[in-house]
């Protein structure tokens, strides 16, 4: 297939390098205007791939955007016009909500999310490692993608496996968002490694959050036990207990973070359901607080 890479962060360039050996022609589309981008993997030798060119783009078949919640719209209403009719167009990124709002003007496409637990490092412009293994979860957003959806996991999980389709992927992607919650604002505001979290003071609050999250994904229609979500939340720490959440990195360096479309997207919800999550909210405020601080 010819597949289209559209932000070449880390798990973008993540999966052009394995779709890339998998025998697929990607390409990438950035916000620059660099012709071709180098990239090695894990100490491998470069592999060069053509970028921002046209030509490639309308020849897509599959359009995977990897950029961070708040980019998605700026980053693809540019390109919607040069993209043909049945190209496959797959989300991948922290956080709920973004979506929706570009979903109208790509109802010709068939539309999908894809959900992972890939580590990746973007070491830099060019180095990109492989940091943890994980598996893919990849679910249609419109009626269109249905029919295409076996071919698009077959192919994925050939490149980088596991890649598992599920229908009710509302539900992974509320499970994912869970467990942001809890872990990408606590670590940012606590200045520390996902592991540090473990600590007795800190888990109580853990587990306030977990009851106020389960409350609002429950009134969403979908199931979250909240004993359950504190067991999961604690085995993700232990198990990325060396990394640095994905906010506490964009705080350290000066970018925005994805406040807004993972505990901003709970709160959002929880207020069109009427139910207080006092604990969600005041880590929202202390992360915009510490976001305004930064000056991008
Ligand atoms: O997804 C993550 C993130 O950092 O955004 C977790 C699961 C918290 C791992 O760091």
């Known amino acids: 297939?010819?597949?289209c890479i559209l932000g070449a962060g880390a798990i973008g360039s993540l999966w052009a390098c394995y779709l890339h050996n998998a025998g697929h022609t990607v390409s990438l589309w950035t916000?620059?205007?660099?012709?071709?981008?180098?990239?090695?993997?894990?100490?491998?030798?470069?592999?060069?791939?053509?970028?921002?060119?046209?030509?490639?783009?309308?020849d897509t078949d599959v359009l995977l955007v990897t950029v961070k919640a708040w980019q998605v719209e700026s980053a693809i209403h540019p390109i919607i016009s040069l993209l043909k009719p049945h190209c496959s167009i797959i989300f991948s990124h922290n956080g709920m909500g973004a979506v929706e709002t570009v979903l109208p003007q790509i109802s010709d496409h068939p539309v999908y999310f894809a959900t992972t637990t890939h580590g990746a490092l973007r070491k830099d412009k060019n180095q990109i490692q492989h940091t943890g293994q994980g598996q893919t979860i990849i679910g249609s957003l419109n009626n269109l993608a249905d029919d295409q959806l076996d071919k698009l996991v077959e192919a994925f999980n050939l490149a980088l496996p596991p890649v598992h389709s599920d229908s009710n992927i509302g539900q992974a992607l509320w499970n994912k968002l869970a467990i942001n919650c809890c872990i990408n604002p606590l670590t940012?505001?606590?200045?520390?490694?996902?592991?540090?979290?473990?600590?007795?003071?800190?888990?109580?609050?853990?587990?306030?959050?977990?009851?106020?999250i389960a409350m609002v994904i429950n009134a969403e229609g979908y199931t979250c036990d909240k004993n359950k979500l504190f067991t999961r939340t604690k085995q993700v720490i232990e198990a990325t207990?060396?990394?640095?959440?994905?906010m506490h990195q964009d705080i350290h360096h000066n970018r925005p973070t994805e406040i807004d479309y993972i505990t901003g997207y709970l709160l959002q919800?929880?207020?069109?359901h009427n139910i207080?999550?006092?604990?969600?909210?005041?880590?929202?405020?202390?992360?915009?607080?510490?976001?305004?601080?930064?000056?991008h």
């Open 31 to 58: 916000r620059g205007s660099e012709a071709s981008i180098s990239l090695s993997l894990d100490e491998r030798p470069p592999l060069v791939f053509p970028c921002n060119q046209e030509s490639q783009l309308s």
């Open 188 to 212: 940012t505001l606590k200045d520390c490694r996902n592991g540090e979290l473990a600590a007795k003071d800190t888990l109580e609050t853990i587990e306030t959050l977990c009851i106020e």
């Open 1 to 3: 297939m010819n597949i």
């Open 241 to 246: 207990s060396a990394n640095f959440s994905s």
């Open 276 to 295: 207080d999550t006092p604990m969600n909210k005041k880590l929202f405020d202390q992360i915009k607080q510490k976001e305004a601080l930064n000056d």
């Open 269 to 272: 919800r929880a207020q069109a």
